[in-house]
């Protein structure tokens, strides 16, 4: 086994926010540029090395332009399946990042230049659809998993577990989930706020419950071209994952633990089908890369992983929901783009190591030649 470093995520620090500033946190976290955050504090001074820092300054449009999500975009016209996720601590910026401000207050919406690295694919996917004379059909699914529980943030109506089934010509899919066709940037945005708006209000503790939680929405891309081979059907799928912080164990009710120990179990898995830690004996979870995709502008991470005929992948999908659900994005031709999202605050210091600890991670991709 050769461990070969092909991609790394790409990191976004945001500003601190007012309250913070008011309340005297230090900003210990520094884009030193050329892919390096440098961390530093009383006790711990640290650099990390990565492909593509956006600090405080980076506009939305540079984080969608610099982090080679146009790309994914024409790689999911192209058929394959695509995967943008989004981790990092609660408040760190990740809803902000993939929809901007504009999911924080629904009755003002938010100046074109706030907006995130959803509405900015959409744009990209429905402008290439009309220069393709519309041949692309696109629909749009949205789903939330809580607790280990698959629930449709579209379907009308209180919120109900779905169950997660397997096929052989499918793979791993929710049973009975909506899937809503769209043509319209108006469309497919007002989908993504409904879906937002029914995660945020389908709990009684609010905040907790969206930072709880996973969102995944996927876009379906088919070629309704004549000639197009039935098999040239691309996804593009926006995962905001769970606040990566460990739940305070004080006062912790059954329930929390619950939380925690979903949230631990299907980041874990994830963080397992990325790679192992550096310099870690060969685990069984190791993605096997024969390929990836080498043309995209430096300063970002895609990686290809393709599964070798005849080798068996070593994902542990059936650890979490969210590794099965994604099956498809973590092995066979699947395509990942990582945004590690970090808080410059001195209060967030141990959640933003550990968030650039888990973001490292996922740099060593092991080949089997
Ligand atoms: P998360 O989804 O990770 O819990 P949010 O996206 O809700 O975090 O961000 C937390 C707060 O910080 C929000 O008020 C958001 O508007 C603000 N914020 C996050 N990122 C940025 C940014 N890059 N620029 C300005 N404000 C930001
Ligand atoms: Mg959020």
Redesign the pocket.
Known sequence: DTSVSLSTPTI?V??L?CTETRRGDQQVVHSLGDGAVHVSAARHDATFGFSAVFD?GASQEAVFEGSGMRQLVELAIDGFSCTVFAF??????????LMG?LA?SETQPASPALLGLMQRSFTCLLEQSRSRGSDLALSASYLEIYNEQVRDLLSPGPPCALPLRWSKTRGFYVENQLSVEFESLEAIVSLLLQGSQRRRTSAHALNRHS?RSHALLTIHIRSRAASACPSKQGTLCFV?LA?SERVKETGSSGELSVEANSINRSLLALGKSWGTRPGSPAGPHRIPVTSFVAHPPAGHCISLLAKPRGKRTHIPYRDSKLTRLLARSLGGSGITLMVA?ISPSSRCLSETLSTLHYASRARSVTTRP
């Open positions: 976004r945001r500003p926010t405080a990092g601590q609660t408040g760190s910026g990740k809803t902000y990042t401000p924080q930072s905001d606040g999202c």
